[in-house]
C-alpha cells in the first residue's frame, strides 16, 4: 500500500484485488461470477486511487502513483488507472507463486537448500532458479503484428497466439536437465520476468523481497522446515502457475 501510495488499508483487500483482477485475466471460459468480482475490484481500484489523488497532487511523495500524478506532463488518469491494476494483480500474486516455488523447490533437495542456508550469497541464484523451473506466468497472450515465420511454421498477421513461458524456461536446447530443480547451475537468462519492452518493471522488487528478505526469513523462523510425506504438494495453473498447496512441518 505504502509502495502504491494508498491509503493505509487491510492487507487482506488488496490480496482480494490482486486475485479478482488476475482470474479476470485469466478467465478464458467466461465464467460469469468471475467477471463480476473481477469488475468489481478494478471499480474498487479507481475509487482507491480517487480517495488519494488530491492529497498526492498537494503533498507529492515517493509512491508510485504519486509519481505517475506528478508526472511532467502528468498520466491521463486512465492510464494511471490501468497501471496501478497492473501493478496490484501482478505485484502480488507473482511474488507469492515465486515465495512457494522457491520453498518447494529446496524442500524437495535438501542438499541444495543446506547448500543455500550455508551460503546466504546463493538465495539470489535459487530465486532465478525457482522461476525458471516454475515460471509464476506460465503463458500470455499476443497478437502477430506482421507475416513471420518461426522453426518452420507461418504466423499470419493478425493471429492471436499464446506464448509459453513456461514451456521456453523448459527448453532442452538452451537448459541442460531443464525439468530439474539446480540451485547451482550456471547463470543464464530466463523468460521469467519477460523481456524487451515487456521486461517487468517489478523485476527488481521481486528479487529483492523474495530472495532476500521473505525466503531467507521464513526459513530463519521455521526451524527444520520440511514437506509432508502424506499430503504431496499441487502445482496448478496455465497463464499463472504456482503451488496452490504446499503442506509442510516444522519444529517449535
Known amino acids: 500500500m505504502a509502495m502504491i501510495g494508498f491509503r493505509v488499508m487491510p492487507w487482506q483487500t488488496l490480496a482480494e484485488w490482486s486475485q479478482a483482477l488476475i482470474d479476470g485475466a485469466g478467465n478464458y471460459a467466461a465464467d460469469a461470477e468471475i467477471e463480476r468480482k473481477a469488475m468489481q475490484a478494478s471499480a474498487d481500484v479507481d475509487a482507491a486511487i480517487d480517495a488519494v489523488l488530491d492529497d498526492l497532487r498537494s503533498q507529492p511523495n515517493p509512491s508510485i502513483l504519486s509519481s505517475m500524478v506528478n508526472a511532467d506532463p502528468s498520466m491521463p488518469i486512465e492510464g494511471i488507472r490501468a497501471n496501478i491494476k497492473v501493478i496490484i494483480g501482478g505485484g502480488l500474486n507473482e511474488p507469492r507463486d515465486a515465495i512457494l516455488t522457491l520453498v518447494l523447490g529446496l524442500l524437495e533437495n535438501p542438499a541444495q537448500k543446506d547448500g543455500v542456508l550455508a551460503k546466504p550469497e546463493l538465495w539470489p541464484a535459487a530465486l532465478e532458479e525457482a522461476v525458471r ?8 497472450p499476443r497478437r502477430v503484428t506482421r507475416d513471420v515465420e518461426l522453426s518452420g511454421t507461418t504466423l499470419p498477421q493478425d493471429l492471436q497466439i499464446g506464448l509459453c513461458v ?10 541442460v536437465e531443464p525439468d530439474r530443480f539446480d540451485v547451482t547451475r550456471p547463470k543464464q537468462s530466463h523468460l521469467a ?10 523485476t527488481w522488487v521481486s528479487r529483492l523481497t523474495v530472495g532476500k528478505i521473505v525466503a ?13 510425506a502424506e499430503a504431496p504438494p499441487v502445482v496448478r495453473g496455465w497463464v499463472f502457475r504456482g503451488p496452490v498447496t504446499l503442506p509442510v512441518r516444522w519444529d517449535a
Not at 523451473?133 to 500470455?140: A, D, L, Q
Open 216 to 228: 531467507p526469513m521464513l526459513f530463519a523462523r521455521l526451524r527444520n522446515l520440511r514437506l509432508r
Open 166 to 175: 513456461g514451456a521456453a524456461n523448459r527448453d532442452g536446447s538452451r537448459f
Open 193 to 202: 520476468f519477460g523481456a524487451g519492452p515487456h521486461f517487468c518493471a517489478g
Open 133 to 140: 523451473w516454475i515460471s509464476p506466468i506460465g503463458m500470455y
